[in-house]
C-alpha cells in the first residue's frame, strides 16, 4: 500500500536534483546558499498563502511575511506572482526523477520504474491543490501551446519506455497522461494520490504500451 512516507521518499529524492534550472529565469541569480534558501522559501511561502487564503489573500506582502523576508527580498529575485508561481511549478518539475533515477529506486524499491515515474508526476505539490492548479494554469499561459508541447516531448522521450513508440503514439500517450493528471487536479478529485487512482493510470500506459508492441510484433511477422 502506498503510503505517506512512501510519496514523501520518492519526494525526497526528486528534491535533491534541485539545483540551477529555477534559478535560471528568476531576475537575479543566486549563487549563495543563503540567498537558495530564501528563493526556496518564498516558493514555500507562495503556495502555502494559496492553499489557505485563495487568491485574495495571493499577495507579494503575504508571502513576504509568510516567507520571513521583507518584501525587497521577494522582488529581488521575481518580478511578479506570475514568476513566483512559475519558478513554483519549474521547482516541482525538476523534483521528477529521471530514467535512471526511476531505475536505480526501482530496483531499491522493488516496484517498477514506469509506477515509479507516474507516482513522482501524480505526487507534485501534494499537500496544495489549491497551488498547484494556480501554477499549472499560469504556465501554461505563459508558455503558450508551443511551449507546454516541446516541454512535454522533451520530457517523454528521454524515458525508454516512451523512446521505441513512434511519434503518434508518443504524443497519444504523453497526453492521456498529462490530460488525465491535469483533469484530476484542476477538479481537485479526492482520490488523486491514492493507490486505486495511481494504478488505474498504471494500468492505462501497460495496456497501451502492450496493444502497441502486440502490433509491432504482428507488424514484423
Sequence with gaps: ??????????????????????????????????????????????????????????????????????????????????????????????TLLTDNGLRDLSSARRESALRLGLRSYINLLPNCPTARVKALETVLERRGPEGVAAETDRRFSEFDAFRSLSSSDRFVLSRAITGVVQSAVREQRADLHSRAFEDSLVSLVRGFLKMQAGTASAERG
Excluded: H
Excluded at 537575479?28 to 498563502?49: F, G, H, M, W, Y
Excluded at 518584501?71 to 512559475?86: P, T
Design 1 to 94: 500500500m502506498m503510503t505517506v512516507e512512501t510519496r514523501e521518499e520518492t519526494r525526497i529524492l526528486g528534491l535533491q536534483k534541485w539545483v540551477g534550472k529555477v534559478m535560471e529565469k528568476q531576475r537575479r541569480n543566486p549563487e549563495q546558499s543563503r540567498a537558495k534558501v530564501t528563493c526556496d522559501a518564498i516558493l514555500t511561502a507562495a503556495a502555502q498563502v494559496l492553499e489557505r487564503g485563495g487568491d485574495a489573500a495571493f499577495t507579494t506582502n503575504r508571502i513576504a511575511e509568510r516567507a520571513g523576508v521583507s518584501i525587497g527580498s521577494v522582488y529581488q529575485y521575481f518580478a511578479n506572482k506570475d514568476d513566483i508561481l512559475v519558478a513554483l511549478a519549474e521547482r516541482e518539475e525538476a
